[in-house]
């Protein structure tokens, strides 16, 4: 199984970015998927998770408004569109499978893609 993020960078207060997380290996439509963040000397949160379908979604209280999770089960790829970008908003990215290692947690990680968000 791989997960592999893309679309990370520098951007500018109050731009934006889109994120991508390429899956393969696994029957990418079976399982939930999220995306999570961790900033230097944080524990990592989760931002959005979204479901099977991309029916249902979570949002982070900190992220509603500005970021979108979406999914496409067809091309085996989970996205982040983010939006009103904030200093705070920088952290390394990581998408997340739930449930790759038979239990009811985010239990597969890809390696991280990069944002930072300058003032």
């Known amino acids: 199984v791989q997960l592999v993020e893309s679309g990370g960078g520098l951007v500018q207060a109050g731009g934006s970015l889109r994120l991508s997380c390429a899956a393969s290996g696994l029957i990418f439509s079976n399982y939930p998927m999220a995306w999570f963040r961790q900033a230097p000397g944080k524990e990592r949160e989760s931002v959005a998770t979204?479901?099977?379908?991309?029916?249902?979604?979570y949002y982070a209280d900190s992220v509603k408004g500005r970021f979108t999770i979406s999914r496409d089960n067809a091309k085996n790829t989970l996205y982040l569109q983010m939006n009103s970008l904030k200093p705070e908003d920088t952290a390394v990215y990581y998408c997340?499978?739930?449930?790759?290692?038979?239990?009811?947690?985010?239990?597969?990680w890809g390696q991280g893609t990069q944002v930072t968000v300058s003032s």
């Open positions: 997340a499978v739930k449930g790759l290692a038979f239990t009811n947690r985010y239990d597969y």
């Open positions: 979204i479901s099977l379908s991309g029916g249902d979604t």
